[in-house]
């Protein structure tokens, strides 16, 4: 079916989880990110989550809302969108007993040349309904059609006076290692399933070339290494983040953060890309503050 501009605003139920010191730890240990911050729960000290920790809770909010409000994309369609960019503003700091709801709403649609591009805006809030982060996530179905009206789509929510781009040669790189079984582990432990990353006969269906590393997961790989280098490892400086996701991660394979000079001291600017030299992650942003 075509995606229709008429479905700007459509919103969908709320989902909500606990922050338990079990999944905080194990969010940290689905990228193999050893920062002892996210797994020592000794003492009266909470656990802070990983900066990318809320995109699990992004991805069952965005379930609930194709499961009553976008149930016309059949299966096959779905099986074929491709996560293309995501842009998440942290309002405050996450830690193991937080309640989260998450609320997904579409916030755009736009006709692209492989298909139709959806942007979904997720809000999350505490159990007081403060809120505690936002984000934008876009999908590219490819081969799905959009009707004659696109919705104006907004994108970042960084709140930035400028977008910062990147100068030069990047000023360090890191290699990234990429395990066989880095999507189970990432599907079980982050709790982010979808069957293209696990499933070889899906994978294929789909017209992918092998597993693939979730786009989610690729993100959170990238602010593990900037987490610990450009934060000193104090995943409560991390202010929000965004970027484009570009290319596939095979399973295995090495990627390659790249990490550039920027003229906003808060602002780190990065990107990332495979072995071959193909970006994966492009115009990459982590923005950062005070100890909160």
């Not at 905080?24 to 990110?33: K, M, Q």
């Not at 656990?47 to 059949?74: K, M, V």
């Not at 934008?136 to 789509?153: C, I, Q, W």
Request: glycine letters at 8%; hydrophobic letters at 40%; aromatic letters at 6%.
């Amino acid at each position: 079916m075509p995606v229709f501009s008429a479905m700007m605003g459509l919103t969908g139920s709320a989902v909500t989880e606990t922050l338990e010191d079990r999944w905080v730890s194990n969010y940290a240990a689905s990228v193999g990110d050893t920062n002892v911050a996210y797994y020592d729960n000794r003492g009266s000290v909470a656990l802070p989550a990983h900066p990318a920790y809320l995109s699990h809770l992004e991805w069952d909010a965005i379930g609930a809302l194709f499961q009553s409000q976008l149930s016309a994309l059949t299966p096959q369609e779905r099986m074929h969108g491709v996560h293309v960019f995501n842009s998440t503003r942290l309002h405050r700091p996450l830690k193991s007993g937080d309640t989260i709801s998450a609320t997904a709403t579409v916030a755009g649609v736009e006709r692209h040349r492989a298909g139709a591009w959806l942007t979904i805006r997720i809000d999350m809030v505490d159990g007081e309904q403060r809120p505690v982060a936002s984000s934008y996530t876009s999908t590219l179905f490819r081969g799905v059609e959009v009707d004659t009206e696109e919705a104006p789509v907004a994108r970042s929510v960084l709140s930035l006076d400028q977008t910062p781009t990147r100068h030069g040669e990047p000023k360090r790189t890191q290699a990234i290692e990429i395990a066989p079984l880095a999507p189970f582990i990432f599907s079980e432990c982050a709790r982010d399933y979808g069957a293209i990353h696990t499933d070889m006969k899906v994978a294929q269906q789909a017209g992918l070339p092998g597993l693939i590393l979730h786009g989610t997961a690729t993100i959170a790989y990238a602010l593990s290494a900037l987490t610990q280098h450009e934060a000193g490892g104090n995943p409560s400086l991390v202010q929000g983040f965004q970027t484009r996701l570009t290319g596939m991660v095979l399973c295995p394979s090495v990627m390659t953060l790249q990490v550039y000079a920027s003229e906003d001291p808060r602002v780190v600017v990065f990107d990332a890309v495979t072995e071959q030299g193909t970006p994966v992650l492009s115009d990459g942003l982590m923005v950062l503050g005070t100890a909160r």
